[in-house]
Nanobody, 124 residues
Framework: QVHLVESGGGLVPAGGSLRLSCAVSGRTFSQYAMGWSRQAPGKEREFVAGINWIGNVEGYADSVKGRFSISRDNDKNTVYLQMNRQKPEDTAVYYC?????????????????WGRGTQVTVSS
């Protein structure tokens, strides 16, 4: 069983920064691809960023490219999402997810394990 716990959400003004963390239980963390998705009220969950098992391939949604950065520390079983130059439209619940196949995907349905999410609110 894999458990994911997100942290680091909060309220930030437009143009500000936040770093989300996702702590993952399980000895096979280093074999999983990891991803971040988000869901705003009344909208479908959308892919934000993903990283493969070794951490040398990253992917981003066009809406966050150049502003957000995903990284992982396999020694700490943790994946991060650094969010810079935030916009009000980034407001959403952010979810961390894991995919045992290791390669990653921009399709949220490809991820098997999910955290409960952390709220990010960007004020205008």
């Amino acid at each position: 069983q894999v458990h994911l716990v997100e942290s680091g959400g909060g309220l930030v003004p437009a143009g500000g920064s936040l770093r989300l963390s996702c702590a993952v239980s399980g000895r096979t963390f280093s074999q999983y691809a990891m991803g971040w998705s988000r869901q705003a009220p009344g909208k479908e969950r959308e892919f934000v960023a993903g990283i493969n098992w070794i951490g040398n391939v990253e992917g981003y949604a066009d809406s966050v490219k150049g502003r957000f950065s995903i990284s992982r520390d396999n020694d700490k079983n943790t994946v991060y999402l650094q969010m810079n130059r935030q916009k009000p439209e980034d407001t959403a619940v952010y979810y961390c997810a894991a995919d045992h196949r290791g390669l990653g995907s921009d399709d949220p349905s490809a991820y098997e394990y999910w955290g409960r999410g952390t709220q990010v609110t960007v004020s205008s």
